[in-house]
């Protein structure tokens, strides 16, 4: 069993940056394929960012050029640094950790780019 932990949404104005952070229990968190989904309202959830054991990403294309997925094995961590937000960003922001044939997912985050 793995236990995701995010933290670091809120409310920020279009054009600003937040930094979104999962915290992954586990001793083998380096092996982890770890990503980043988000599902606004009356929407299907949908892939932000993936980032592979290897750092390999991959970005949904709405994102690419202004968010960053990164992760640090030593502090089980994966994060999400979002630039350049705008008002569709909006979004309940979720965690997954991609274990063998096991998905694992942190009980979100709200983010909301409002003027």
């Known amino acids: 069993q793995v236990q995701l932990v995010e933290s670091g949404g809120g409310l920020v104005q279009p054009g600003g940056s937040l930094k979104l952070s999962c915290a992954a229990s586990?001793?083998?968190?380096?092996?982890?394929?770890m990503g980043w989904y988000r599902q606004a309202p009356g929407k299907q959830r949908e892939l932000v960012a993936v980032?592979?054991?290897?750092?390999?990403?991959r970005y949904a294309d709405s994102v690419k050029g202004r968010f960053t997925i990164s992760r640090d094995n030593a502090k089980n961590t994966v994060y999400l640094q979002m630039n350049s937000l705008k008002p569709e960003d909006t979004a309940v922001y979720y965690c997954?950790?991609?274990?063998?044939?096991?998905?694992?997912w942190g009980q979100g985050t709200q983010v909301t780019v409002s003027s």
């Open positions: 997954n950790a991609h274990i063998t044939t096991w998905d694992y």
């Open positions: 586990g001793s083998r968190f380096s092996t982890y394929t």
């Open positions: 980032i592979y054991s290897g750092g390999n990403t």
